[in-house]
């Protein structure tokens, strides 16, 4: 997989979305860092990866190039590797963009300090739900 196709997957989501879902623009970083260094969004998360942030002041979904992921192994060992975003499967990055435009949905519903604009778990299931509607009209 190109970048190419994170932009094609992308274009898929935003034709299929109903009109009156936010529409932000994609940007990216070289990695989380230099993403997370150029956002003005407070972030209160300890020990997590950071997958993308939506910028609500500027409309953009900000995506890293590459990520740092970090699991531990079976006999204990912490495991970090760098991941490119092409290396990704379809299915995740659907999933990172339709979680960060239900975060951009319910701050315009709610108010970007709303308690569901924050509100993880809803956009996990916002994004999940969405990802079943692609998978069932076969766009992904």
């Not at 939506?54 to 992921?69: D, E, F, H």
């Not at 951009?104 to 308690?115: C, L, P, V």
């Amino acid at each position: 997989m190109n970048l190419k196709r994170v932009i094609d997957i992308y274009d898929i989501i935003k034709e299929r979305l109903p009109s009156t879902y936010p529409r932000p623009k994609l940007a990216f970083f070289e990695d989380e860092a230099c993403m997370l260094d150029n956002t003005d969004t407070e972030l209160n998360i300890e020990d997590a990866n950071v997958y993308a942030i939506i910028n609500p002041a500027t409309s953009t979904i900000n995506l890293p190039m590459s990520m740092q992921m970090e699991h531990t192994n079976r006999s204990g060992e912490v495991i970090i590797k760098s991941v490119p975003i092409t290396k990704q499967s379809d299915y995740e990055i659907a999933h990172t963009l339709l979680h960060e435009i239900a975060h951009a949905y319910f701050g315009e519903k709610h108010g970007y300090s709303s308690k569901q604009y924050s509100d993880e778990s809803a956009c996990n299931i916002f994004a999940s739900r969405w990802i079943r509607v692609l998978y069932k009209e076969k766009l992904l």
